[in-house]
C-alpha cells in the first residue's frame, strides 16, 4: 500500500515530504540539546548534591559508632573546625579503626588507619579516600563542623574533647560558585552513642 502511495507521488511531494520530516526532526534534536545546554548546570548540581547527601550520611553513620580504641584510648582524638579524628569500627571486623574526616580544597576525606599488631597499634600508613566533591565549605568561610556537649552548649576549646557528646556537620554543595543558584547547604548531625 505504502508502495502506491509513494509511486503515485512526484519527485516535488517527495522533497517536500522529506524536508518536512528533516526539519521536525532538526526541531527536536535542536530542543533537546538547548534543554541540556540550558539545564546542564542544574542537573550537575543535583547529581552533586545527591552524591553528597550520600557521603554525609555514611559519615554520620560513622561518627555515631565512635568508641574506644583496640587499645583502650578514649574515642575522641582531635577535632576542629573542618576535621574530626576518632576511633570507630568502620569495617564490621574485631578491631577498631583510627578514622579522620577533613575539607581538603573542594574535597570532603575519609583518611583510615588500621590497627596492626598485638597489642593493637595505630602506626600503619592512612587511607585516604575521597567521601564527596564540590565542597565549598573552604572558600565561603563556613565552618564544617561544630561540636556539643551534655548539656548542647557548643564547644569552643577544641582541646575539650572528652566534653564532645554531639557533633553538627554543615556541607556547602556547588559545582560552579561562579554560575547561579547559589550553593545548597547540607545539615546533618550524630550522637556519640558510646560515650557517656
Known amino acids: 500500500m505504502k508502495t502506491k502511495v509513494l509511486k503515485g507521488m512526484t519527485f516535488i511531494e517527495v522533497l517536500v515530504w522529506i ?33 553528597a547527601r550520600r557521603g ?3 559519615v554520620i553513620a560513622v561518627i555515631r559508632e565512635a568508641n574506644y580504641s583496640s587499645e583502650g584510648a578514649y574515642p575522641i582524638i582531635a ?3 573542618s576535621t574530626l579524628s576518632f576511633y570507630a569500627d568502620i569495617d564490621a571486623d574485631p578491631l577498631v579503626e583510627r578514622v579522620r574526616y577533613f575539607v581538603e580544597e573542594t574535597k570532603l576525606k575519609q583518611g583510615v588507619i588500621d590497627p596492626a ?9 592512612e587511607t585516604i579516600t575521597t567521601v564527596s566533591d564540590y565542597i565549598r565549605n573552604i572558600g565561603q568561610g ?12 557548643e564547644i569552643t576549646v577544641m582541646s575539650n574533647v572528652t566534653d564532645l557528646r554531639f557533633v553538627r ?7 560552579s560558585p561562579d554560575k547561579l543558584p547559589n550553593e545548597l547547604t547540607l545539615r546533618s548531625s550524630a550522637t556519640l552513642r558510646n560515650i557517656r
Do not use: C, K
Not at 545546554?37 to 552524591?51: D, F, G, I, M
Open 79 to 81: 577535632m576542629g573546625t
Open 117 to 125: 599488631g598485638d597489642p593493637p597499634t595505630y602506626t600503619s600508613p
Open 56 to 58: 554525609i550520611e555514611r
Open 19 to 51: 524536508s518536512v520530516f528533516l526539519m521536525a526532526m532538526w526541531a527536536i534534536v535542536g530542543s533537546i540539546l538547548s534543554f541540556y545546554r540550558a539545564n546542564s548546570y542544574t542537573l550537575e548540581q543535583a547529581q552533586a548534591v545527591s552524591e
Open 142 to 153: 563556613i565552618t564544617t563542623f561544630h561540636f556539643y556537649n551534655a548539656t548542647g552548649t
Open 169 to 175: 556537620m554543615d556541607t556547602v554543595v556547588n559545582v
